[in-house]
């Protein structure tokens, strides 16, 4: 079931007060085995907190040692335990070809996780997100983050996050 198939997506927005809350929320999303295997798009402006809610995922994952952007090498490869991970930033792409000339097709077929940060810059060449994450810096250093769940397993994700 997706909202291309016809269904609403699925919507939660929550309001993280402060890093700590952020690498709670992490956590929740963390520790659920449907994330393994989802397309996580991560969006908002420079300073949002995209990639840090990417690293505290992935701490959470397992992931040791220093954990750096991939603004400039675009993707970062992670594994964990057997699970692929890929943290992705395509803030520098000027074209959406660019993703497909970098190869990047088969890295989203594959089985694992994938978090994408700026997705809006490879254009329609991504394959549909699960779980969208918007995250908007509010005036009190706050974060309203909303999560939209497009297919079955965005759905499963947003359904294991308390409310």
């Given amino acids: 079931m997706s909202a291309v198939e016809g269904h609403l997506p699925i919507v939660k927005t929550l309001r ?5 809350a952020t690498q ?3 956590r929740q999303l963390a ?4 994330l393994r ?6 969006r908002g402006d420079l300073g949002a907190g995209k990639t840090t809610l990417v690293r505290h995922v ?5 992931v040791q040692g220093r954990i750096k952007s991939p603004t400039y090498a675009v993707v ?3 594994n964990v335990a057997g699970l692929p991970i890929w943290h992705f930033d395509f803030y520098r792409f000027n074209d959406p070809q660019e993703w497909e000339d970098a190869g990047f097709r ?24 699960d779980l969208q994450v918007d995250m908007v810096l509010l005036d009190d250093d706050a ?4 999560l939209t769940a497009s297919t079955t397993l965005g759905r499963t994700l947003l359904e294991g996050l308390p409310e």
């Fill in 58 to 62: 992935l701490q959470a994952l397992g």
């Fill in 76 to 78: 970062e490869p992670y």
């Fill in 143 to 146: 974060r309203s983050i909303t």
């Fill in 106 to 129: 088969d890295i989203f077929a594959s089985p694992g996780l994938k978090l994408v940060e700026w997705p809006d810059k490879a254009g329609s060449a991504l394959p549909p997100a």
């Fill in 24 to 26: 709670a929320l992490a």
């Fill in 16 to 20: 993280c007060a402060d890093e700590a």
């Fill in 37 to 42: 295997q989802a397309l996580v798009e991560l």
């Fill in 31 to 34: 520790g659920q085995v449907a």
